[in-house]
């Protein structure tokens, strides 16, 4: 992957060349082949520019175009490059760069140049005719995009750290956003980070700025609200495993670099690691999957284990998967870069990169998607919610089994469950938990944390635009790039997405089995344990919480380290130091655990902003 950023004065002041070297020298390890600085006067872009795919060798970091007298910058690997360059009038053109080509799209369609590009990017465009600056990302958000905007100045940048380098960003803490993490509330806003004045461009979105304001527009909804009418279920099977094979090609074609795959045991990861291995072996190359779970001599034996399913696949398939090592100690989680999306940490993800760069590994095909939307876990309540009424009885005969008193109480019950469902109107989330927070700072900010009516994961669209794919997405783009590696995310392809959100719901669950359309049009390629699994136990998370020990050292390393005036505003210590004196953390629970990452998270946020102060 690549990285961009600029800073564009609205106020007509010089760029200080100075201030684009600061944000270079954070992002150099995005692009380390070749990089740029172009400065006219009150505009500075930059690009870190890394060559990993087979079209990107005559790719630069700053193209210009003088005939036009535009500028572009971009991060973007592009799969349906033959059908842009054939609109575009360019397929005798040999040699095209990726930057020449999203260029000559923005000349044919103009800002809805986007929808029309399948692709992982993130793109810059400066007009300087019409001074204005305009900004695109992808359809899913897979490469990151973060801004800074105050009227009269705006900067941009693939990495947030680069923008907190800057003197005139502030280092203020988003209150809302911290307010969400340590009360366990959604908060689903998909342009706010954890920092006041850095927000993100959202997932299919183009952003004009210009001296006339910032204006933010979306060309492409999920599904777009179209139900698709086919024959019968074996029509949607059978369609929806050749979209997702092509786009599994579609991302191995385009590469010449040694592919890796994540793979846990599950229904996403599975399906993707053994498309790609069988197309790999066609092309007599080789495949070697990933696991974030543990080797047996690590970690003993589990009812319901994954590791069984992961066995059972790669030794059908004949391709070799590899453990983690899981070797850190609780001191090294508090050692390295701090880096921290919407509250995921990245110690779990930093061991397995480790492992995939020992191997040589730069490009890593992943299942992550597949929950969103693609596989969707959709359940009972969720056929009432959607409207598939006599779906919604005939699923509750098969699951009470003919019991009269039974599916009454089904009947009866369903609806009283969608309101006590986490996050609906009714509903409480990690009510065991205890709570940590400041009581003025609780007392303040709960208002402007709204919980949403109905749980927002029923609806695939809304889940999808929540952002909650892009947490991921985004953390993996931003902590792969220090090892040079680089994800592609097939399930997250918009013809994948657009075709799985226009299946009827009701076939998301049949049977008495959630995820039931994907499970028929992957069956013929996986073992039945696995196809028709409902249930495992995640190895990785077990595996790293499994030692009281570990956890009470963490807890103990975090509060020593965290800047207890800083975050006095925020975290009640004596509640805390109370839970520290009622051995709290003495044990490996759901309630010790997801407190203590609330601390971790607290601390990875004081560690970014203190080498954000260094770096100004």
Known sequence: M????????????????????????????????AQDIRLLQNIGLGCCLNKINKYSQNDIPIYYDQVQER??????????????????????KENLSTQELLLAAYQKWGEDCAKYINGDFTFAIWEIDHKRLLLFRDHLGIRPLYYFYNQSTFAFATDYRALLALPYVGK?????MLYALLSDTYHIDTESTYFAQIKRLPQAHVMQISVHGMRISKYWTPGAGQKLIRSGEAEYANELFSLVND????????????????????LDSSVVTILTHRELIKQGKSLEAFSWSPTFELLARLEKDERELIHEVSTKEGFECTYSSFCHTPEQEFTGPALITDGQRCTQLRQVLQEMSSHDIHLVMSGWGGDEGIS???????????????????????????????FIKLLLSTPISLLRRPYSFFGTQNKNIPNIMNSEFAKRQSRKCKKDILYFKVNPVKHIESGVSVSRTELTA???SEYQIQYLFPFLDHRVVDFALSIPRHYFYKKGLSRYIFREAFHPIL????????????????????????????AELVIDFIDKDKFAPYIDWNKLEELMSQEYFQESSRASIFTLLKLQVC??????????????
């Not at 028709?532 to 919480?545: G, L, M």
């Open 2 to 33: 690549s990285a961009i950023y600029g800073i564009l004065h609205l106020d007509k002041a010089f760029v200080q060349e100075e201030h684009l070297h600061k944000m270079q020298e954070l992002i150099f390890h995005y692009g380390r082949d």
């Open 71 to 92: 500028m572009l910058v971009g991060d973007a690997l592009i799969y349906n490059r033959t059908a842009v360059a054939s609109s575009c009038h360019l397929t005798d």
């Open 172 to 176: 203020q803490l988003d209150e809302i």
């Open 247 to 266: 786009a599994i090609l579609l991302r191995i074609n385009s590469i010449t670099a040694k592919i890796g795959s994540e793979f846990s045991g599950g």
């Open 376 to 406: 969707h876990r959709a359940d009972l309540p969720e056929l009432l919610l959607s409207g598939y009424i006599g779906h919604f009885i005939m699923e509750a005969r098969h699951l009470t089994k003919g019991s009269f008193f039974r």
């Open 478 to 480: 931003l902590l792969s």
């Open 527 to 554: 073992p039945d344990k696995l196809c028709y699994n409902t249930s495992k136990i995640d190895i990785a998370r077990e595996a790293y919480w499994k030692e009281a020990e570990d956890i009470r050292r963490k």
């Open 603 to 616: 601390y990875d946020l004081q560690r970014i902003l203190e080498l954000s102060v260094k770096s100004e």
